[in-house]
């Protein structure tokens, strides 16, 4: 299947502080990646899509000045946690699609990004 | 809104054997995907198998198959064989319009 990675994988930062997490398809080009939170021992919640060269959609309730995402290029998208607190707290996965791929309605995921806020 | 829903948090079985993993539904569409996807103590999320609602036939992908009932809304994962590998989360997942509703997962521990 398609490779995703993320990086860095685990981060701790003050509180007030901005993160920037990124996420890269490594075998093909995404037009489109997904942002997911997930809390310890619950499930991926979707933050947003990232479209390549437009806005990405947020899902209702996620704050897009807080989580800013830039997808710009095919291969690359990423999330900024500005003025990060505690309560930002969690797992961030990444995933994409690769549009031409025989199975294009498979999201593969990247390995995740822990972030703690100190 | 469509729902996912895992109703066992946890399940155990025995090494070799074979165990079933439930998950329903709620969806008013009739063209979608439905997934499962492994997560072990890693936290790499592995797409197990992936079933097109439009087909009858259910998946298979060598020890994983489905049991695919579409009028009752229902996608269990059979896993046969049980590996200690298997140990892991198994995230039930749907699929419609570019978005992935994931239910609220199954524990799977597998006994040596």
């Known amino acids: 299947g398609a490779v995703v990675s993320q990086h860095p994988s685990r981060v701790i930062c003050k509180s007030g502080t901005s993160v920037k997490i990124e996420c890269r398809s490594l075998d093909f080009q995404a037009t489109t990646m997904f942002w997911y939170r997930q809390f310890p021992k619950q499930s991926l919640m979707l933050m947003a899509t990232?479209?390549?060269?437009?806005?990405?959609?947020?899902e209702q309730g996620v704050e897009k000045d807080k989580f800013l995402i830039n997808h710009a290029s095919l291969t690359l998208s990423t999330l900024t946690v500005t003025s990060a607190h505690p309560e930002d707290s969690s797992f961030y996965i990444c995933?994409?699609?690769?549009?031409?791929?025989?199975?294009?309605?498979?999201?593969?995921f990247g390995p995740g990004t822990r972030l703690l806020v100190l | 809104a469509q729902t996912v829903t895992q109703s066992q948090p946890e399940m155990s079985v025995q090494e070799a054997e074979t165990v079933t993993l439930s998950c329903t539904y709620d969806t008013s569409e009739s063209d979608y995907y439905l997934f499962w996807y492994k997560q072990p103590p890693s936290r790499q999320m592995i797409l197990v198998i992936r079933?097109?609602?439009?087909?009858?036939q259910n998946a298979t992908e060598n020890r994983f198959s489905v049991n695919f009932q579409k009028a009752a809304k229902s996608f269990s994962l059979k896993i046969s064989d049980s590996q200690l590998g298997d140990a892991a989360m198994y995230f039930c997942a749907y699929r419609k319009d570019e978005k992935l509703t994931f239910g609220t997962g199954t524990r799977l521990t597998i006994i040596p």
């Open positions: 995933s994409a699609r690769d549009p031409l791929a025989g199975l294009k309605e498979t999201q593969y």
């Open positions: 990232s479209n390549e060269g437009s806005k990405a959609t947020y």
């Open positions: 079933q097109e609602a439009y087909k009858q």
